[in-house]
């Protein structure tokens, strides 16, 4: 992806952006942009009905399909989203059956292209964003328009570099460089960047140690921008991307993708990967060393998900689990991330080592991400791989830890670190990958077929609007487990709805990925800090998205309810006086533009649009026209 002669110099993300917007300079705070890849995961079935209710046709964008990411399913409901996903295809949205895969590794091995913008409602695809496509999250309202018109409006991001030098050493892994990264505070350069400038921020890998990784363990570290409180992550497209492109049979889809010299990066974050050591995620979220836990038994082991590991990391834990048995009181379970690696895994013989070994192969459904289905036990250490759900305070968590550290538990029954192997695994990656999409469902069933009802659920925008003041009842964020139990039998008592009030990033993550349920009684998240892209969740949810100082946290702790004016009322982002008690309380309003439009539930003028394209038509470049392979240049 080459720069115009006089453009300044821009990061990745700028440059994928840029490509796609009528608005190359990218001057506004939100721009509309050209989007190539559509991906519906969390709750296709609604998104694709939303979309419908507003006029789909036939998908505009360069790919779109649906995962059928539940597959433990039975009876109506199966028949239901069955003949849902049916209808899709006659709208040109290509579906993944359900067995396929987790959604990221699948999209990563068979439709993800460097210097592409995709969108999607999963947040926990962001992986994708290691073979260099710029991947963001955006809610329902965005995704029907990606669907319908190809567009979205977004946050114009800055982008912080993630420079990484050095190589890995024998028994330390992808995963442990991003526990490494958490451990140094990335979190805390993400946040200070964000207030700074009031927008998202995307990561940037690169580096001499970038370039040595594959793209399976970039995907692994890709998956990090999400728990850090980025809006994305991108890694340089590059010899490897090309290699990991021919061999899945997609390399034309490969595009040079790099930062400009002198791109403008808010900050550097620098790590060695020889000096990583093989580190743990317990179960509070703290990063710590595997030896402060060493001995402590292990009840469940899960191997693989949708992140945090890669085929060359389940190759090597077949290796190094040949000729042992699983101990009697551990539960070895095996989520094997794609179709594709569980074809390579019985062609090379490995899917029989674990087998034999104790390995229980559980089917990918993303409920077992979310621990909804083989949940951590009662007692003892659960582990597992893959990128872990925000910790909400009353709900039993599992240690994340990589492959290797996994393996050592599952061979000895007890914590410790993978280096006592002693003899690391020598791993042959196949060049030639299994490519077959039998589950990938790409035109429309001729036969007739009864399609149930719409709900009106999945139609509608938000469940309600922020359109006049509001007393809300205030909840603490940290009991996420009551609040879910309080929406199931009928929300607040004796209020309009309720503010939670949220101290730690994990619990604002924890209630984003509670929405649209969340939306029929939450009115207000007010939090020290909330990231610029689950704004944007909140809002179109009708949920008012509110920053507070960290020291009037404790103060709304004791307080039973808060008064919000009407929006009319806020001068500019903060409102000047917010009744709490007998006193006021500075509040600041972190939606801007048409994310306040979602909050309220109320459109612009008709000027203001006619205004806004005019402002779009403005210049003598004329309209984009997309080329072939997903470029955009002038028409």
Not at 94 to 103: C, D, K, M
Not at 562 to 585: D, F, K, M, N, Y
Not at 593 to 612: D, H, I, Q, Y
Request: net charge positive.
């Amino acid at each position: 992806m080459r720069a115009r002669a006089g453009d300044p110099p821009r990061t990745m993300a700028q440059k994928i952006l840029a490509a796609r917007s009528s608005d190359p300079r990218l001057a506004e705070d939100m721009v509309e942009v050209q989007v190539d890849q559509v991906v519906l995961a969390r709750d296709p079935v609604a998104i694709y009905e939303r979309a419908v209710a507003g006029g789909l046709r036939k998908s505009q964008a360069e790919v779109a399909i649906a995962y059928d990411s539940h597959c433990v399913t039975g009876g109506d409901v199966y028949a239901a989203r069955s003949a849902a996903f049916a209808e899709m295809t006659g709208h040109g949205i290509l579906v993944a059956r359900a067995g396929i895969g987790f959604p990221g590794p699948v999209h990563l091995e068979r439709f993800a292209s460097p210097g592409r913008l995709c969108v999607t409602d999963e947040p926990r695809f962001m992986g994708v964003g290691g073979i260099g496509m710029l991947t963001l999250v955006v809610p329902p309202t965005s995704l029907t328009q990606a669907l319908t018109h190809a567009t979205v409006v977004v946050r114009r991001p800055v982008s912080v570099q993630v420079l990484l030098t050095g190589r890995l050493r024998p028994f330390v892994c992808a995963r442990d460089t991003a526990l490494e990264l958490q451990r140094r505070g990335l979190s805390d350069v993400v946040r200070k960047v964000e207030e700074s400038r009031g927008v998202p921020v995307v990561l940037e890998f690169m580096g001499p140690g970038a370039r040595l990784l594959s793209v399976g363990e970039r995907s692994v570290l890709a998956g990090l921008a999400g728990h850090v409180g980025a809006t994305a992550a991108l890694f340089v497209g590059d010899e490897r991307t090309e290699v990991f492109l021919r061999d899945q049979r997609r390399s034309k889809a490969h595009r040079t993708l790099s930062p400009d010299a002198g791109a403008p990066f808010e900050e550097v974050v620098q790590v060695d990967l020889g000096a990583v050591d093989p580190l743990l995620l317990d179960e509070v979220g703290r990063v710590r060393s595997v030896r402060d836990l060493a001995g402590q038994p292990v009840s469940q082991a899960l191997l693989g998900g949708d992140s945090g590991i890669s085929l060359r990391d389940l190759l090597a834990t077949a290796v190094l689990l040949k000729s042992k048995r699983v101990p009697p009181e551990l539960a070895f379970l095996v989520a094997v991330p794609s179709r594709q690696m569980l074809e390579v895994l019985a062609n090379t013989g490995a899917l029989a080592d674990l087998i034999a070994t104790g390995a229980r192969l559980v089917e990918p459904d993303l409920r077992v991400m979310s621990g909804k289905l083989y949940g951590p036990p009662a007692s003892g250490v659960a582990l597992r791989s893959c990128d872990p759900e925000p910790y909400v305070a009353g709900r039993r968590g599992s240690i994340v830890a990589s492959a290797d550290t996994i393996a050592y538990a599952i061979a000895t029954g007890k914590l410790g670190d993978p280096r006592a192997f002693k003899r690391p695994a020598r791993v042959v990656i196949p060049r030639a990958l299994p490519n077959d999409d039998v589950l990938v469902a790409r035109k429309a069933d001729r036969r007739p077929m009864a399609l149930p009802a719409r709900s009106s659920r999945s139609c509608r925008l938000s469940s309600s609007a922020w359109q006049a003041g509001q007393t809300l009842e205030l909840v603490n964020g940290s009991a996420l487990v009551e609040l879910e139990r309080r929406m199931s039998h009928g929300g607040p008592n004796g209020h309009g709805g309720w503010a939670v009030v949220c101290s730690t990033l994990d619990e604002v993550r924890g209630l984003s990925s509670m929405t649209p349920e969340a939306s029929q009684h939450v009115r207000a998240v007010l939090a020290p800090y909330i990231p610029r892209s689950l704004v944007s969740l909140f809002s179109a949810a009708g949920i008012a998205a509110l920053r507070i100082e960290s020291e009037d946290t404790l103060g709304l702790m004791n307080e039973r309810t808060i008064s919000l004016p009407p929006p009319s009322h806020w001068a500019g982002r903060t409102a000047a006086e917010v009744s709490l008690g007998a006193g006021q309380l500075p509040l600041t309003w972190l939606a801007i533009g048409l994310e306040r439009e979602w909050a309220t539930g109320t459109p612009p003028p008709p000027a203001n649009r006619a205004n806004a394209a005019s402002k779009r038509g403005a210049g003598t470049a004329g309209p984009k026209a997309r080329r072939p392979g997903g470029e955009v240049g002038e028409a």
